[in-house]
């Protein structure tokens, strides 16, 4: 199985466009059939399906974030990134990144993710 660990600026002011890393160990994430999942959690609420991307660079977005959200890889470096555009306070949350290795990245579904990272702060405040 892969390891996962997320990084990010921590603090970003609102408005801004900052991004947020997945770095994927123990295996490319090319590799057949990975999918690499994006949730988030604010304070005191659920977890939020934010996004995914396979191994064959497609995505998929969460309906209420789609219009402010890209994911994107890079292959070099074994990246999975997350970019949030103009972030309000709302954004702040946990982020994590998530696997499964047989494509069963289905939107609001996180049984089957077989893998963890172990989250990382977003703070959105002026």
């Known amino acids: 199985q892969v390891q996962l660990q997320e990084s990010g600026p921590g603090l970003v002011k609102p408005s801004q466009t900052p991004s947020l890393t997945c770095t994927v160990f123990?295996?490319?994430?090319?590799?057949?059939?990975?999918?690499y999942v994006w949730i988030r959690q604010p304070p005191g609420k659920g977890l939020e399906w934010m996004g995914a991307?396979?191994?064959?660079?497609?995505?998929y977005y969460g309906p209420s974030l789609e219009t402010r959200t890209a994911i994107f890889r890079d292959t070099s470096k074994n990246h999975v990134i997350l970019q949030l555009n103009s972030v309000p306070p709302e954004d702040t949350a946990v982020y994590y990144c998530a696997s499964d290795s047989y494509g069963r990245a289905w939107r609001g579904v996180y049984k089957y993710l077989e893998v963890w990272g172990q989250g990382t702060l977003f703070t959105v405040s002026s």
């Open positions: 991307i396979g191994y064959d660079g497609s995505t």
């Open positions: 123990g295996d490319s994430i090319t590799t057949n059939y990975y999918y």
